[in-house]
């Protein structure tokens, strides 16, 4: 069987100053058998002249006004030719290896439809997959991370549809939450991806992200009245980052 090639896909909107550490990341991986599609949003930053100057890698790029991260994601997905894709954003870095160790474990795992490995923050902290209580911890109960540590088949959105525009910060909360629930293949593999970058707007809209968190856990099935207890309390912890 010939190796399987891979998409790695990136939203990007005005990131000059941060994909000079991903493009190097990239550069570096051992495994080089996959294609960089980058979604960008209409950048003038010299974000385009930095993606085009890049001739080693194998890259598409698409440039256009976007409706943010997801719209972004949902254009870079239907153009990759990948059976796999790899979301990283521009903040992002992937471990040299990681590519190869995503490869190796879709043939030896009987190509699942998510591989999930361990992610790194900026802070040192491993996120691994919590593999339970999914009324509390909603994707995390089945992933580390959606960008960097899941590994997606493409033709899960045939099923599952796209990253929903009814969730600007949280669309991949729905998506992987509802793959999840569904009870298809997930594979767990114990080696670390990268490093998650702390620049997106999860992280600084910290009330929308919350109201998203728990709008999916209400239409996703969780009990009503246990989501509305867990929704304030979550406010009150992280009332200081409001």
Known sequence: MSEIKISIITAAYNSVQ??????????????KNF???VADGGSTDGTLELLEGVKDLDIIIDSRP???IYDALNRAIKMCSGEYY????????????????????IQVS??????????ETDNGVILKPIKKWKFLYSQRAYVSAHAIGTLIKKNLHDTFGYYSAKFPIAADQYF????????????????????????GVS??????SL????RIQILTGECKYLQIILYFLRIIKNYNRA
């Open 18 to 31: 941060h994909l000079p550490r991903l493009i190097a990341s990239l550069r570096a991986q051992t495994n």
């Open 35 to 37: 294609e960089w599609v």
């Open 66 to 68: 976007d409706f943010g």
């Open 86 to 105: 790899l979301v990283l954003g521009a903040d992002d870095t992937l471990y040299n290896d990681a590519v190869e160790n995503f490869v190796n474990s």
């Open 110 to 119: 009987n190509f699942p439809d998510l591989i999930v490995a361990n992610v």
């Open 176 to 199: 992987l939450k509802s793959v999840g629930d569904s009870r298809r293949p997930i594979v767990y593999k114990d080696f670390i991806a990268g490093k998650f970058g702390t620049h």
């Open 203 to 208: 992280n600084s809209d910290m009330i929308g």
């Open 211 to 214: 109201s998203e968190f728990f």
